[in-house]
């Protein structure tokens, strides 16, 4: 697969000739080592770290892979680094999963520190756990703590490069939006797809995720179990509740049976340590939040086929797939959403202005209790103009966009927002329309269906 976006970050990257350090962390598979060597190329040595093996066993196999370096076969890290930063200056070292390191000799991050300063070499490393590489690079109390010119998080694909992948590997535009939904951004398993003659969508996911050996089911527990360490069953009980639907604090605390201040810790790690979930507002309004699961193969896994675990333990996969099979247009509805919310927030569809905020909104207004709240699926704002914009998702075929228009329309006056001097319009997203409209009582709609996303997803410019 050629490589795909990364702009900003290959930017940064070469933004600093000689002698640098950099740090790049990322969860696994989402393109570290690609982008590295992309950019450096063959003046790049490798050096991959694997958890499992020895130090001098690591150090025999880099010298043999580098053979006509004439590398010396020592039996330390520190002897090792101490002969290529003096010899290899012309050359980028690049250390590749520098947590596994931790795990074989943790005292090397010392030897290190003093290597770094003595030799000022031009290094690179990458972490896929995201813990750990920020405790190595960004707390004070680390040796490597301000070592670094740069930190880069590298996140996954936007979705308007997963769908020029997806156009350049002849996938239309709603198989993209289902690959998108479930792999996220993440380029591996674009890759994966590549190497398939042919596919369809949910026996590659039944296949992947259920079916024996079932290897992605087996990658995320193993990633995740290997992240959180001791405490895993805790994280995986707080990541089931939030993907259940129980997205308050006191809701999930419910799940568990415990008390809410018993999970306050496991949920600021969850945000802030492990960047898992994130907590998001009303757009309008409203100071308490909800959580949800912030990566679409995670989200998955555990609303699709992490509840499902005990089948797996009794042999049951056939259930398991017509169960997720059943499941697959509910879970993919909801990532639609987030799709549109992404390319408005990023002014990649033709709307009446550039809206300076968007998100979900909900809330309640008065009324009998228990049919007095609202939710819409999006609310854009323009805070300069007074502009509102509000939005409904639906995944689905042969949509009455006048009906959806409505319901909107009703929904809106809950919402206190510059009520006396606005501008509202009203869009509405769906696979197919069996009827568009373009006004609803003096105000502008827009009904876009999938012809309508692809079509401005092609006037973008995606390298």
Request: with cysteine.
């Amino acid at each position: 697969m050629k490589f795909y976006n990364r702009e900003k970050e290959i930017e940064t990257i070469t933004s600093v000739k000689n002698n640098f350090r950099i740090a790049i962390i990322g969860r696994r598979r989402v393109g570290k080592t690609t982008l590295v060597e992309h950019v450096y190329k063959n003046k790049c040595i490798t050096l991959f770290v694997p958890a499992e093996k020895a130090e001098k066993e690591i150090i025999s196999g880099w010298v043999k892979e580098y053979e006509y370096l004439h590398l010396p076969n020592v039996n330390t890290f520190k002897d090792f680094f101490d002969f290529i930063f003096f010899h290899e200056k012309d050359k980028v070292i690049f250390i590749d999963e520098m947590q596994n390191i931790l795990k074989v000799n943790k005292s090397f991050l010392f030897d290190l520190q003093r290597l770094i300063d003595k030799y000022k070499p031009s290094l690179v490393i990458t972490g896929s756990l995201v813990s750990i590489m920020k405790k190595i690079v960004e707390n004070y109390k680390s040796p490597l703590y301000g070592r670094f010119d740069f930190i880069i998080k590298l996140k996954e694909l936007d979705f308007k490069t997963i769908y020029k992948i997806c156009q350049d590997l002849g996938i239309n535009i709603e198989t993209s939006i289902c690959l998108y939904s479930i792999f996220g951004g993440i380029p591996k398993y674009y890759e994966l797809i590549e190497k398939l003659e042919k596919f369809e969508f949910k026996k590659l996911i039944i296949d992947n995720f259920i079916l024996y050996p079932r290897p992605l089911y087996e990658e995320v527990k193993t990633m995740l179990k290997e992240e959180f360490g001791k405490e895993n069953k805790t994280f995986f009980s707080i990541l089931s509740a939030i993907s259940q639907g129980k997205n308050k604090h006191y809701e999930i605390a419910g799940y568990l049976g415990k008390k809410q201040t018993d999970i306050t810790k496991y949920m600021a790690m969850l945000q802030e340590d492990f960047e898992l979930i994130k907590r998001e507002l009303p757009a309008i309004g409203g100071k308490r939040g909800i959580y949800e699961i912030k990566n679409n193969i995670i989200s998955f896994w555990f609303s699709s086929v992490w509840q499902y675990n005990q089948y797996f333990e009794t042999g049951q996969e056939e259930k398991v797939a017509e169960l997720v099979g059943k499941s697959f247009n509910k879970f993919i509805s909801f990532k639609f959403e987030k799709i549109i919310y992404e390319l408005i927030s990023l002014h990649q569809i033709i709307l009446p202005c550039e809206f300076t905020k968007i998100g979900r909104q909900w809330g309640k207004f008065r009324g009998e209790e228990g049919k007095n709240t609202y939710e819409l699926d999006l609310v854009a704002l323009n805070e300069k103009t007074n502009e509102i914009l509000f939005v409904e998702c639906k995944w689905q075929d042969k949509i009455n966009a006048e009906e959806i228009v409505k319901e909107l329309a009703e929904k809106s006056n809950y919402i206190n927002w510059n009520n006396q001097n606005r501008k509202e319009s009203f869009a509405v997203f769906a696979k197919s329309f069996n009827r568009k409209i373009s006004e609803f009582k003096g105000k502008k709609v827009y009904c876009f269906d999938l012809k309508d996303v692809e079509k401005s997803l092609n006037t973008i410019k995606v390298s």
